[in-house]
């Protein structure tokens, strides 16, 4: 019998795929069809459940607990102030536990931006670049952009002095922009910590010889490498 694993990351979806906005390259979009009568919403007893045996699972001291979505703060915040209490009455006194989320910041307040800063959340914040290249897929439900919003909720997180990076989809938008990109995470959001999903096609070794012919009728563009690690 193969032993448990020390310790595992785990990525917690408490909405599911509902999501407050609807951005055109997500792949959740149409989920919630496959699932009718669903709440799409952690129960407070799952919630328990889940942080007691998450915790109880790690055979080492540090323990991370994700957040993702979907759009995790349509949860509302009593949800995650219950995560907390949740982590406080079960983990262990050797265990240290960080606790993170992946959000579109559209929702951001001063309440969530004092509770994440109260309890030490790293915040993942969803940007495409500057407002042309988020605009162009990242839409709300009426098919508008969702720049300002995202850059509101930043200033919250700026205010509470709330630990974020970025994690930016790399599509046909900002793919040929990879300087611009990266300079404006850098200089203009500060981002110290940036993360590339991307969701163009890969080159292999079949497709190199192709892809650089495509580069080389592009006179006086970036060329941007995106290096894969893994399979």
Known sequence: MRAAPP?????AK?????????????FFLSKEMLYPGSRFRMADELLDTYIQQLLEAHQVPEVTIAWQGGEPTLMGLDFFKRSVEYVEKYKRPDQRVAHTMQTNGTKLDDEWCA??????????????????????????????????QVMGGLDYLRKHEVEFNILCTVHAANADHPLEVYRFFRDE???????????????????????????????????????????
Not at 199 to 224: C, D, F, H, Y
């Open 7 to 11: 310790a595992f990351h785990i990525l």
């Open 14 to 26: 408490p909405t599911g795929a509902i999501c407050n906005l609807d951005c055109k390259y997500c």
């Open 115 to 148: 509770f994440f800063k109260e309890n030490d959340f790293l915040i993942g914040l969803s940007v495409d670049g500057p407002q042309e290249m988020h605009d162009a897929y990242r839409v709300n439900k009426g098919g508008e952009g969702t720049f300002n």
């Open 189 to 231: 959001l500060g981002a110290q910590f940036i993360q590339f999903i991307p969701i163009v096609e890969r080159a292999t070794e079949q497709l190199l010889p192709l892809v650089n012919m495509g580069w080389s009728e592009k006179s006086g563009v970036e060329r941007p490498l995106y290096v894969q690690q893994g399979n």
